[in-house]
């Protein structure tokens, strides 16, 4: 089984590759566009890859957990006034 780094790289190359290809075709639409898209993604996930493999493959190293305390809590569907 290949390890979520791995897996992240084999993405990332895939997106890039993917932005190259469409900002080489001559007559596609908005491919500038397109390949801004794939090309940041590629290096997200590139960066993902990299964290991951110097973190012991820990996904959970990848989120910052925030916690509300009991005060700023609000029920469900209720806006606080600005």
């Known amino acids: 089984m ?3 780094a791995r897996a992240l790289l084999n993405k990332s190359i895939g997106a890039m ?3 190259i290809e469409v900002y080489n075709k001559p007559s ?3 491919r500038e566009e397109t390949f801004s898209v794939l090309a940041i993604n590629a290096w997200e996930l590139l960066l993902k890859a990299k964290w ?3 973190h ?3 996904v959970k190293s990848l989120y910052v957990m925030a916690y509300k305390s009991k005060k700023e809590a609000s029920p469900p569907g209720s806006q606080r006034p600005a």
Do not use: M, P, Q, W
């Open 2 to 4: 290949k390890s979520r």
């Open 17 to 19: 590759i993917s932005a």
């Open 28 to 30: 596609f639409r908005y």
């Open 52 to 54: 991951l493999k110097e």
């Open 56 to 58: 012991g493959n820990n």
